[in-house]
């Protein structure tokens, strides 16, 4: 029988490695699992956050120039789609045929997209003072100036609708397609669906502003953008951040398990983009753009704002 202070197991060789990568979003770790029955060493599985470069090459001053535009932290997968999104979602590209290439080099942390020739680009304004943080993508840009990007869409007054009941739905939609959450509980997801619920696309990554960002690369490649009829969720808060990535892509509801800033709904409510808020299978909030919603008058309880008479939540 063991007398006073147990001793925690030794863990030091429990550090990670680039050999421990299981799949390039996955790497295996040892843990210490506490609980009220003791204490013992078992696998665990991490999501791998790993330093992506992302480089343009584009003709400056009548010559081809490649060079680093933004260094972020991600989850390795879906990186060419990252770039493409991000460069799309910055005011960079605004079609899919000013692309000419795109490739992953640099051992596979670096990706580098290449336009057309005759196609110049004025890249100050992607000015950063230091790297983008898998937690913020607009943080390290050199200028307030340089936060805000011109959308090119108008998006419809009112539409399109989509039933409450429809948004109670997809939270749990979202949550059943997180194979890689489901492993490392530690990524967020951007999901887009259709006014009916069905699920159109799904993406992954320990960044909020990633994971959009490679939703909306990939339908920017696809050919699908702007996305006038989808609706987009979001697995954590809204910030300024997604909100503008939303209104460049077009979308026009934005759906979040979490709240929204108040900076969020002011670009919001400029747009005309719907923003919901605390979105669960038996409640959400409206925060701007309320006339998408359509509400079953008996199973709904609405609350009003007296002064806006803006709805505010749904039961």
């Known amino acids: 029988m063991l007398h006073g202070r147990q001793r ?11 050999s421990d990568k299981i799949e390039p979003s996955l790497a295996a770790v040892r843990v210490c699992r506490i609980s009220g029955s003791g204490q013992a060493v078992q696998p665990d599985v991490l999501a791998v956050e790993e330093p992506l470069e992302i480089r343009l090459g584009c003709d400056v001053d009548g010559r081809r120039v ?18 493409v999104g991000f460069l799309f979602t910055e005011g960079i590209l605004t079609e899919r045929e000013q692309v000419e290439s795109m490739r992953a080099c640099g051992g596979g942390n670096v990706a580098r997209v290449d336009l057309r020739p005759g196609i110049a680009r004025d890249l ?71 006014t009916e619920g069905n699920l159109l ?8 502003h990633n994971a959009m ?11 699908r953008t702007p996305l006038l009829n989808d609706v987009l969720l979001v697995s954590g808060r809204v910030s300024f951040e997604l909100v503008q990535k939303a209104a460049v892509a077009g979308v026009p509801i934005l759906a979040a398990v979490g709240a929204p800033s108040s900076l969020a709904v002011d670009l919001a409510r400029e747009h005309g983009l719907t923003v919901l808020g605390f979105v669960r299978e038996d409640r959400f909030n409206i925060y701007t753009e309320a006339d998408r919603i ?13 002064k806006t008479r803006t709805p505010l939540s749904v039961v």
């Open 8 to 18: 925690a197991p030794d863990l030091r060789d429990s550090a990670v490695s680039v």
């Open 294 to 306: 359509r509400f079953e008058p008996s199973a709904t309880t609405l609350s009003i704002d007296s």
């Open 66 to 83: 490649h060079r680093a535009v933004s260094i972020t932290m991600r989850t390795p997968g879906h990186d060419l789609e990252l770039a």
């Open 201 to 208: 696309c799904l993406r992954e990554d320990i960044g909020r």
């Open 124 to 194: 100050t304004r992607l000015e950063r003072h230091s790297y983008v943080s898998s937690s913020c993508g607009v943080c390290g840009k050199a200028s307030l100036k340089a936060v805000r990007v011109c959308s090119r869409t108008r998006l419809r007054e009112g539409r399109p609708v989509i039933e409450a009941a429809v948004i109670h739905r997809v939270p749990e939609t979202l949550r059943a397609a997180q194979a890689v959450f489901d492993r490392t509980g530690g990524l967020h997801a951007a999901a887009l669906f259709d």
């Open 213 to 223: 960002d490679k939703l909306i690369g990939a339908q920017f490649l696809a050919g």
